[in-house]
């Protein structure tokens, strides 16, 4: 149970007479209610309040059964289904306008509201969710509790006193100075007013709606007792909350750690033991520049794809790296050592890397039937999200090769800071379905669902992340644009299938532990 949900089970509780004991020698709510209705009356004849033309009284008859009786016209109707739960002895249920009034504040000009309280504005001006600012008039004075009610801050309540102006946005709540505005500041609370608001695009309260809300009454020694107990709890639930709050930071924080350095373990071979049957990842590369060399006699790759690099360690115990007959040393750019059976190779070696879909804003469409288009917002580590606010484009504007396939890895190519790094992996064709243009599409030449998930997990890890924010360019005040180039020539560190078939399949083994 976390903060929210305690004090939620605090105050609800409190509204069913199970907080604080109750003394059988209280005056009842029924009497209370009674002096509510003379204080009322009083009101009207002084012409402060309106009266009320559906005035009635709610009773339990003798089949224990509750009851509402309309003053007006003698009616009598059965309210048992809208009665939620027993209160104790001495409580009573009553209308929200039984033992309160309620009155939206007026509007005021954002013109008469000041940032700060002076000699000509000293008077605090309320809206939905407290303080709006300092005006030089008031319309409320005393000591109230306040509903939002416009917008997100539907049911928000909040406590005034004094002389203050309430806004239209905000409903102050009286008492008629009898029942304590603590006690319908927190059973309102419990109320949870929000639920009456409209379901509009601007949501809103309105005060004839909610003063028919049903509440259970206690006699007011017991309200006393019950808001005093509130505030000895609060503070406790609040301390409970932060540390509760700083225990699921600390374990966040400690998970993704945790899987940070799993990858980061993996991808240097510390993670599972090496096997020398299960072969090397010379056997692999020499599989992959097969499947390379069949794509361009098909014509799906062109002939450039096969200028590959030869990385390896010489007898001084530098790297080097060897395309065609260039030889350079590259132990600079060589981040740690690998097992045996491991090998070092240049991204551009074992996959293509190409980005999404171009277009202008206006061809996008909203029609589920044409080509859905994923942006950096759909990609999360190791997850592809399909999102409702997503957008299409018809089949004419897309090319067929650049429909996402399975083993694709996807990541944003231009994106904030914190996201560079981000990886998804397609786990199924998906025909109707390509990136934008702000996304890379990492498709490897050899098709396999193993190599796919480690280059997922290898491209994941902290290494690779460092090196991806390494050679990015700020684009704007907010974006760095990650150079597909620069990227391509990322060196891997890259062991058997088999292999990898084990990393992978432990790390998903010890990620799920993590959940």
């Known amino acids: 149970m976390n903060g929210k949900q305690l004090k939620n089970s605090i105050l609800q509780w409190a509204i069913q007479g199970k907080l604080v004991p109750q003394d059988p020698n209280d005056e009842p709510a029924s009497v209370l209610l009674e002096r509510i209705r003379a204080e009322k009356a009083k009101l009207v004849k002084e012409k402060k309040i309106k009266k009320d033309k559906n005035e009635s009284i709610i009773y339990r008859g003798e089949d224990n059964s509750y009851y509402e009786k309309f003053i007006a016209t003698g009616e009598v109707k059965c309210i048992d289904e809208e009665i939620p739960f027993e209160i104790p002895k001495g409580w009573e249920w009553c209308r929200l306008k039984h033992m309160c009034s309620m009155q939206a504040g007026k509007n005021i000009s954002a013109s008469e509201i000041y940032d700060e309280k002076s000699v000509l504005h000293p008077y605090r001006c309320v809206g939905g969710n407290g303080l709006r600012g300092f005006t030089n008039t008031f319309n409320a ?59 509009t695009a601007q949501p809103g309260l309105a005060v004839s709606n909610i003063v028919e809300v ?29 540390a509760q709050n700083g225990l699921n930071e ?22 599972v033991p090496q096997i020398a049957e299960e072969g090397t990842a010379e056997k692999l590369l020499t599989e992959i520049r097969e499947e390379k060399e069949r794509l361009i006699k098909e014509g799906k790759l062109k002939k450039s794809a096969l200028a590959d690099s030869i990385i390896y360690k010489g007898d001084d115990n530098k790297y080097y790296e ?84 399975e083993n694709d890895i996807l990541t ?83 062991p058997s299938l088999m292999e990898q078939q084990r990393i992978v399949a432990q790390i998903e083994k010890l990620f799920e532990q993590l959940r």
């Open 250 to 271: 600390l374990n966040a924080s400690l998970n993704e750690q945790l899987r940070k350095s799993i990858l980061q373990e993996a991808i240097q071979g510390k993670l």
């Open 214 to 242: 049903f509440i259970p009454l206690p006699p007011l020694p017991e309200q006393l007792c019950i808001v005093s107990k509130i505030e000895k709890l609060l503070p406790l639930v609040k301390t409970y909350e932060q």
């Open 412 to 494: 944003p190519a231009v994106t904030s800071l914190e996201n560079i790094g981000k990886m998804a992996r397609v786990d199924k064709n998906m025909p109707y379905t390509t990136v934008g243009g702000f996304v890379f599409i990492i498709r490897l030449h050899l098709i396999d669902q193993w190599l796919s998930k480690y280059i997922l997990c290898l491209l994941s890890s902290p290494f690779m992340i460092e090196f991806m924010k390494s050679i990015t360019n700020k684009s704007g005040q907010a974006f760095y644009n990650i150079g597909k180039e620069r990227l391509s020539a990322a060196l891997l560190p890259i």
């Open 141 to 199: 004075e005393g000591h109230f509790a306040i509903i939002g009610r416009q917008g997100a801050l539907c049911g928000c309540l909040n406590i005034e006193s004094g002389k203050f102006y309430a806004t239209e946005h905000a409903v102050v709540v009286n008492g008629f100075g009898i029942i304590p505005s603590l006690f319908i500041y927190y059973f309102f609370t419990a109320l949870n007013l929000n639920q009456y608001a409209t379901a």
């Open 322 to 405: 060897q395309v065609g007959k260039n030889i350079n040393e590259i132990t600079d750019e060589i981040a740690f050592d690998l097992p045996d059976g491991w090998i070092w190779c240049r991204l551009k070696d074992i996959c293509s890397i190409f980005t999404g879909a171009t277009f202008k804003k206006e061809e996008a469409t909203t029609t589920k039937q044409d080509i859905r288009i994923l942006r950096g917002g759909n990609i999360s580590p190791f997850e592809l999200k399909i999102k409702d606010d997503d957008i299409f484009l018809t089949e004419d504007k897309v090319k067929k090769d650049i429909l996402l396939k």
